[in-house]
């Protein structure tokens, strides 16, 4: 398996535009979970589905971040609009019986 | 809360000498697991202990885990330059939802 996919890797947008994260998890996964780690925060559990299905999404910040998981193998987190706080490194992990898998994470600059 | 909260925030050692970092959370946990992130990576995850456990071993790895201190460790012995990296411990108390800490920046000179 090639691990967790994510793109892009990296984002540079301007305030106020849309930002959409992709990830795709490790086939046969049934938990996916959202973070952003930033130096003054580390890192945040953002939002994690299980089966598809959004368990918590109480880190999620505030309403202009939203997740899906349409099927078992793809994710978005979209921020609408986006602000320059929101620069950070997402990462998306997937799991089966704990352990975490984590993608490379996407790298957004919010200028 | 339930997050875990690493100890020291930094830690520099020459390589062959033994690293320790230590993990304090609040709560009753299911499990306790330590990551690594090397620069610019994702977290790889090392080891996972569980709460009936107190002790495990991995390779130059070994986590204990004290619950009635809250409190775990994990041992790199023999370290090596490659070990240079951020670790993290991070608390599960059900349904696979994990808490992780600040993280302990290891750097090992060579």
């Known amino acids: 398996d090639a691990g967790v996919i994510q793109s892009p890797r990296h984002e540079v947008t301007e305030m106020g535009q849309e930002v959409t994260l992709r990830c795709k998890p490790i086939?046969?996964?049934?938990?996916l979970f959202w973070y952003r780690q930033t130096m003054m925060r580390g890192l945040e559990l953002l939002i994690y589905f299980n089966n598809n299905v959004p368990i918590d999404d109480s880190g999620m910040p505030e309403d202009r971040f939203s997740a899906k998981m349409p099927n078992a193998s793809f994710s978005t987190l979209k921020i609408q609009p986006s602000e320059p706080r929101d620069s950070a490194v997402y990462f998306c992990a997937s799991s089966l019986l704990g352990e975490q898998y984590f993608g490379p994470g996407t790298r957004l600059t919010v200028t | 809360s339930q997050q875990g909260e690493e100890d020291p925030q930094a830690l520099s050692i020459q390589e062959g000498e033994n690293a320790t970092m230590n993990c304090s959370y609040k709560?009753?946990?299911?499990?306790l697991q330590w990551y690594r992130q090397n620069s610019g990576r994702g977290l790889v995850h090392l080891i996972l202990?569980?709460?009936?456990?107190r002790e495990k071993h991995s390779g130059r790895l070994r986590v204990t885990l004290d619950t009635s201190k809250k409190s775990s460790s994990l041992l790199i012995t023999a370290s090596r330059a490659a070990d240079t990296a951020s670790y993290f411990c991070?608390?599960?108390?059900?349904?696979?939802?994990?808490?992780f800490g600040a993280g302990t920046r290891l750097t090992v000179k060579p």
């Open positions: 086939s046969g996964h049934d938990y």
């Open positions: 709560t009753s946990i299911n499990n």
């Open positions: 991070a608390t599960e108390k059900n349904n696979n939802d994990m808490r």
């Open positions: 202990i569980r709460s009936n456990e």
